[in-house]
C-alpha cells in the first residue's frame, strides 16, 4: 500500500523575499540619490564661493592677511561707496577680522574646555543618578539655544556689568581718542563664545565618558584606585580622542558665529593693543563672521561682495579642516573604545 508524505516545502513560489530585495534596493538607490544630490550642493556652494571671492585675493595677494595703511572698516567702506580718488577700489588687509576671530575663539576654547570637562566628569561619573538625568537635558536644551538668545543675554545683561564695574571712567577717557571702550568687547566676545560651546563640549565629553568600558573602571577600583583618581588615570586618558573632537566641533561653531559676536564684540575693525594691559581685553573687536554680517547690505558693490566672500573662503576652509580633524578623532576614539 502506498503511503503519501506532505512536502516540507510549499512549492507555490514566494513574492516575500523578492519585494523585500526589490524595496531594499529601491531605498538604496534613494539614498544613494540623496546623498550624490549633497555632495553636488556642498561642491557647488564651495566653487560658488570661492569664485565670488576670489578677486579680493587675487587683486592683494599675501598683504590680505596683513594690517594696512588705513583701518579695515575704512577699506571696506571704500569698496561700498567707491575709491574717493575715483576708479575701482580692491585694497584689502583682513589681519584686524582674523586677529578678532583668533581672539575671542581661542579665549573662549581656553575658558570652556577646563569647565566642559569638570562638568562632563561630574555628570557622567560622581553625580546621583537623578541629578545626572535632571542635568542632561538641560545640557542638550543649552547646547540648542540660538545664538541670537546669547547675544541678547549678553549685551542686556553682561555689557553693563562689565562697562560699570571694569571700565574706569579716567581710563576711557584716556584711551577715548584712539577707541571708545564699552561693555562690548574682546571680554563679552570671549564670554558669550563660551557660554555657547561650552554646553556642546559636555554633551560629547559625557557621552564619551559614558562610552568608557566598565571593567577598565571596575579594575582600577579593584586597584585601590577612588572614583576621582579611577577617573582622571583611566576615563579621560581613554577618552582623549573624544576631547579632540568634541573641542574641534566647539571651534567650528566659535569659528563661525556671526549674530552673537556682531552684538557683543563693539564690531569695530581694531586692533587691541597688548601694551595697555588687562585693557587689552575691553577693547572691541570684529570677527570675520560679524564682517559678514555687518556689511551684508552692500553685496551690490562687486568689490565689497568680493571682500565678504573672501572673509567667507576663509571661514569655509577653517570650519572644513576642523571637522574633518573632528571625524577622524571621533573614529580614533570609537576604535579605541570598541576594541576593548
Given at each position: 500500500m502506498a503511503?503519501?508524505?506532505r512536502p516540507?516545502?510549499?512549492?507555490?513560489?514566494?513574492s516575500g523575499?523578492?519585494?523585500?530585495?526589490?524595496a531594499?534596493?529601491?531605498?538604496?538607490?534613494?539614498l544613494?540619490?540623496?546623498?550624490?544630490f549633497?555632495?553636488?550642493?556642498?561642491?557647488?556652494?564651495?566653487?560658488?564661493?570661492?569664485?565670488?571671492g576670489?578677486?579680493?585675493f587675487s587683486?592683494n595677494g599675501?598683504?590680505?592677511?596683513?594690517t594696512g595703511?588705513?583701518?579695515?572698516d575704512?577699506?571696506?567702506?571704500y569698496?561700498?561707496l567707491?575709491?574717493?580718488?575715483?576708479?575701482r577700489?580692491?585694497?584689502l588687509?583682513?589681519?584686524?577680522?582674523?586677529l578678532?576671530?583668533?581672539?575671542?575663539?581661542g579665549g573662549?576654547?581656553l575658558?570652556?574646555?577646563p569647565?566642559?570637562?569638570l562638568s562632563?566628569i561630574?555628570?557622567a561619573?560622581?553625580a546621583p543618578k537623578?541629578l545626572?538625568?535632571f542635568?542632561?537635558?538641560?545640557?542638550?536644551?543649552?547646547a540648542a539655544?540660538p545664538s541670537v538668545?546669547y547675544?541678547?543675554?549678553a549685551?542686556?545683561?553682561?555689557a553693563p556689568?562689565?562697562e560699570q564695574?571694569?571700565i574706569p571712567?579716567?581710563?576711557?577717557?584716556?584711551?577715548?581718542?584712539v577707541?571708545t571702550?564699552?561693555?562690548a568687547?574682546?571680554l563679552?566676545?570671549?564670554?558669550?563664545l563660551?557660554?555657547?560651546?561650552?554646553p556642546?563640549m559636555?554633551?560629547?565629553f559625557?557621552?564619551a565618558?559614558?562610552?568608557?568600558?566598565?571593567?577598565?573602571?571596575?579594575g582600577a577600583?579593584?586597584?585601590?584606585c577612588?572614583?576621582?583618581?579611577m577617573?582622571?588615570?583611566?576615563s579621560i586618558?581613554?577618552i582623549?580622542?573624544a576631547?579632540v573632537?568634541g573641542?574641534?566641533?566647539?571651534?567650528g561653531?566659535?569659528v563661525g558665529e556671526?549674530i552673537?559676536?556682531?552684538m557683543a564684540?563693539g564690531?569695530i575693525a581694531?586692533?587691541?593693543?597688548p601694551?595697555?594691559?588687562?585693557?587689552?581685553?575691553?577693547?572691541?573687536v570684529r570677527?570675520l563672521?560679524s564682517?559678514?554680517v555687518?556689511?551684508s547690505e552692500g553685496?551690490e558693490s562687486?568689490?565689497?561682495k568680493?571682500?565678504l566672500?573672501a572673509?567667507g573662503v576663509?571661514?569655509?576652509?577653517t570650519?572644513?579642516?576642523?571637522?574633518?580633524g573632528a571625524k577622524?578623532?571621533?573614529?580614533?576614539?570609537?576604535?579605541?573604545?570598541?576594541?576593548s
Amino acid at each position: 500500500m502506498a503511503t503519501f508524505t506532505r512536502p516540507l516545502v510549499d512549492p507555490q513560489p514566494q513574492s516575500g523575499g523578492a519585494s523585500a530585495t526589490r524595496a531594499d534596493g529601491i531605498f538604496r538607490g534613494v539614498l544613494i540619490a540623496i546623498s550624490a544630490f549633497m555632495l553636488i550642493l556642498i561642491a557647488s556652494i564651495t566653487i560658488f564661493v570661492f569664485y565670488v571671492g576670489w578677486p579680493s585675493f587675487s587683486a592683494n595677494g599675501l598683504s590680505w592677511f596683513g594690517t594696512g595703511d588705513e583701518p579695515l572698516d575704512i577699506q571696506l567702506g571704500y569698496s561700498f561707496l567707491g575709491d574717493p580718488e575715483g576708479g575701482r577700489y580692491t585694497t584689502l588687509n583682513a589681519w584686524p577680522a582674523i586677529l578678532g576671530t583668533l581672539l575671542t575663539t581661542g579665549g573662549a576654547l581656553l575658558l570652556s574646555f577646563p569647565f566642559a570637562l569638570l562638568s562632563a566628569i561630574f555628570i557622567a561619573e560622581l553625580a546621583p543618578k537623578r541629578l545626572a538625568a535632571f542635568l542632561d537635558p538641560i545640557v542638550s536644551i543649552l547646547a540648542a539655544t540660538p545664538s541670537v538668545i546669547y547675544g541678547l543675554f549678553a549685551i542686556l545683561v553682561l555689557a553693563p556689568l562689565i562697562e560699570q564695574n571694569l571700565i574706569p571712567q579716567d581710563k576711557a577717557e584716556e584711551i577715548s581718542p584712539v577707541v571708545t571702550l564699552t561693555g562690548a568687547n574682546v571680554l563679552l566676545g570671549i564670554l558669550v563664545l563660551t557660554l555657547m560651546i561650552a554646553p556642546l563640549m559636555i554633551a560629547i565629553f559625557a557621552d564619551a565618558l559614558r562610552a568608557v568600558p566598565v571593567k577598565w573602571k571596575e579594575g582600577a577600583i579593584a586597584l585601590g584606585c577612588d572614583e576621582w583618581r579611577m577617573t582622571r588615570r583611566v576615563s579621560i586618558r581613554a577618552i582623549r580622542p573624544a576631547l579632540v573632537a568634541g573641542t574641534t566641533l566647539a571651534m567650528g561653531r566659535a569659528v563661525g558665529e556671526a549674530i552673537a559676536l556682531s552684538m557683543a564684540t563693539g564690531s569695530i575693525a581694531f586692533i587691541p593693543n597688548p601694551l595697555d594691559g588687562y585693557f587689552f581685553f575691553l577693547e572691541p573687536v570684529r570677527t570675520l563672521a560679524s564682517s559678514i554680517v555687518d556689511y551684508s547690505e552692500g553685496f551690490e558693490s562687486p568689490e565689497l561682495k568680493a571682500n565678504l566672500f573672501a572673509f567667507g573662503v576663509i571661514l569655509l576652509i577653517t570650519t572644513a579642516a576642523l571637522t574633518i580633524g573632528a571625524k577622524i578623532a571621533s573614529r580614533a576614539a570609537e576604535k579605541k573604545l570598541g576594541g576593548s
